[in-house]
């Protein structure tokens, strides 16, 4: 895995540096849209291309990830949730000739609003700062992984449905990657490094599921996330720097998955949920619980 995690980021960085050089000397910037999964539109901000974070503030981890699980559904007041337009009248007709409210068409929708919660999450300074890690294209894409997991592991009890469903979303995911390798300036064997990445994928998405089974190894998850998401250089273990980040991301996890359980069918087919916010996080010396 961490071979070839070397041959795709090594690629991905002498290519987007090239990319960087031609765009500074045309002055262009150049802007891809969605096709096929467009029905609901995937943020882009600033954060997704920036290298790194400030880190003003040393977050005490210790505090993080003991509260009880709670459901993560929004309340149905809240200014953030995203509802189906409700049509009336002969524009209701229309779209339901047009299988607009097939169950197709509406999973599809649900999906897309599911994957801008991930996006939501990967993308913002926060979740870099709390776990003291560097904005970069690897960690970025381990992050969404993570997340993704974390999303196809709740569908799943859902049975028949979740699978379909976690289908389409694998699909928005699979497309908005293909962007951002794009975007990081591999435009030559692309086929080839989201292979690759395909591949890594589906390694980190069997060793999240076996290191959360009831007969795992208790520090089984901790080794997961280090080697998928903190270790560049392949050490089997954290050093005691990094240890702390390491267990705090197992409690938010675990606590993740418990909360994802806890929220209802309709929040998770409809995208009307939202991870844990970790924008205000303590500080050192803050002695405030979340």
Same mark, same amino acid.
């Given at each position: 895995m961490f071979s070839r995690w070397g041959r795709a980021i090594a690629q991905i960085s002498k290519a987007g540096c090239q990319m960087r050089i031609i765009e500074f000397k045309n002055h262009l910037v150049a802007h891809q849209h969605y096709a096929k999964v467009a029905a609901a539109s995937i943020p882009t901000t600033v954060d997704s291309i920036e290298v790194g974070c400030p880190q003003n503030n040393m977050v005490n981890l210790d505090k993080m990830f003991w509260s009880k699980p709670c459901s993560l559904?929004?309340? $149905?007041?809240?200014?953030?949730?995203?509802?189906?337009?409700? #049509?009336? &009248?002969? =524009? =209701?007709?229309? $779209?339901?000739? $047009?299988?607009? #409210?097939?169950?197709?068409?509406?999973?599809?929708? +649900?999906a897309n609003v599911v994957y801008k919660r991930i996006v939501s999450q990967v993308d913002k300074h926060a979740i870099y700062n709390v776990f003291n890690l560097e904005k970069t294209f690897k960690t970025t894409f381990s992050l969404l992984v993570l997340?993704?997991?974390?999303?196809? =592991?709740?569908?799943?009890?859902? +049975?028949?449905? &979740?699978v379909g469903f976690g289908q389409y979303l694998y699909e928005i995911y699979n497309h908005d990657l293909e962007l951002r390798v794009s975007k990081a300036g591999v435009?030559?064997?692309?086929? =080839?490094?989201?292979k690759d990445l395909e591949k890594i994928f589906y390694g980190n998405v069997v060793a999240y599921g076996a290191a959360m089974l009831p007969e795992a190894k208790k520090e089984e998850l901790a080794n997961v996330i280090w080697r998928n998401i903190f270790?560049?250089? &392949?050490?089997?273990?954290?050093?005691?720097?990094?240890?702390?980040?390491?267990q705090a991301m197992c409690r938010y996890v675990r606590r993740e998955a418990s909360c994802l359980s806890?929220?209802?069918?309709?929040?998770?087919?409809?995208g009307n949920f939202m991870f844990t916010s970790l924008e205000n996080a303590p500080c050192q010396g803050n002695h405030a619980r979340r």
């Amino acid at each position: 895995m961490f071979s070839r995690w070397g041959r795709a980021i090594a690629q991905i960085s002498k290519a987007g540096c090239q990319m960087r050089i031609i765009e500074f000397k045309n002055h262009l910037v150049a802007h891809q849209h969605y096709a096929k999964v467009a029905a609901a539109s995937i943020p882009t901000t600033v954060d997704s291309i920036e290298v790194g974070c400030p880190q003003n503030n040393m977050v005490n981890l210790d505090k993080m990830f003991w509260s009880k699980p709670c459901s993560l559904a929004l309340a $149905l007041d809240s200014p953030l949730r995203i509802e189906d337009p409700k #049509y009336e &009248g002969i =524009r =209701r007709i229309i $779209l339901k000739l $047009l299988l607009f #409210y097939s169950k197709q068409s509406t999973s599809i929708r +649900g999906a897309n609003v599911v994957y801008k919660r991930i996006v939501s999450q990967v993308d913002k300074h926060a979740i870099y700062n709390v776990f003291n890690l560097e904005k970069t294209f690897k960690t970025t894409f381990s992050l969404l992984v993570l997340h993704m997991w974390l999303c196809l =592991r709740r569908l799943k009890e859902e +049975g028949n449905d &979740g699978v379909g469903f976690g289908q389409y979303l694998y699909e928005i995911y699979n497309h908005d990657l293909e962007l951002r390798v794009s975007k990081a300036g591999v435009n030559l064997l692309l086929t =080839r490094w989201m292979k690759d990445l395909e591949k890594i994928f589906y390694g980190n998405v069997v060793a999240y599921g076996a290191a959360m089974l009831p007969e795992a190894k208790k520090e089984e998850l901790a080794n997961v996330i280090w080697r998928n998401i903190f270790s560049d250089d &392949g050490a089997l273990e954290p050093d005691n720097a990094v240890k702390h980040a390491v267990q705090a991301m197992c409690r938010y996890v675990r606590r993740e998955a418990s909360c994802l359980s806890l929220t209802d069918k309709e929040a998770m087919f409809s995208g009307n949920f939202m991870f844990t916010s970790l924008e205000n996080a303590p500080c050192q010396g803050n002695h405030a619980r979340r």
